[in-house]
């Protein structure tokens, strides 16, 4: 599997996050209930799997080799992005930590960064995956291929840790059960 199809496949799990993180914020903006366990897993994984982990193969090693190689434009807007979307994580978490401790009115700013977070990033994997990806795969040469290949797995067991993908995968399942039912 080539690097840029290892990136549109957690573009899939992350999709299903983003969905049930909209279920989510649909129950928060009409005054039900979330379990705050939930709450804490859903940012983990957006923290971890999605900053750390996917984010982190495009900043440390794909976007460096497409500069490399003269496809500097699009990977600056892309990286802008990524750092939009932490800004929402942090609203996120900010606002969690307050519903954490009773403070039901952060429920506003939690759905408020929560939709921020999920139309940005919804665009942000389309343009990759129509876009900047396809771009990779025409420009970088087999050779370099492999070298992300290799990154990508190191990223995976440096940053996440063994095993903790798969955690984050079942995860995605167990909230899709329970909010896209």
Known sequence: MSPTEQLKEEHVKITSMLE???KVSDRLESGKHVEQRHLDQ?????????????????????FPAMEQAGIGDPVEIMLEVHQLGRENVTGM??????????????SSQF????????????????????????MADETLPGRVQIKLSVE??????????????????????????IYLA
């Open 93 to 106: 978490s900010e606002a969690a930590g307050k519903l954490g401790q009773g403070d039901q009115s952060a």
């Open 20 to 22: 049930i993180l909209g």
């Open 111 to 134: 759905v408020q960064n929560a939709r921020s977070y999920i139309e940005r990033l919804l665009e942000h994997i389309e343009m990759e995956n129509e876009t900047l990806y396809p």
């Open 42 to 62: 859903i940012l983990e994984y957006l923290k971890v799997f999605v900053g750390e982990c996917h984010h982190g193969k495009e900043e440390d090693a794909l």
């Open 152 to 177: 990508f797995a190191k990223v995976d067991e440096e940053r996440i840790g063994h095993g903790k993908k798969e955690e984050f995968h079942r995860l995605t399942e167990q909230l899709r059960d």
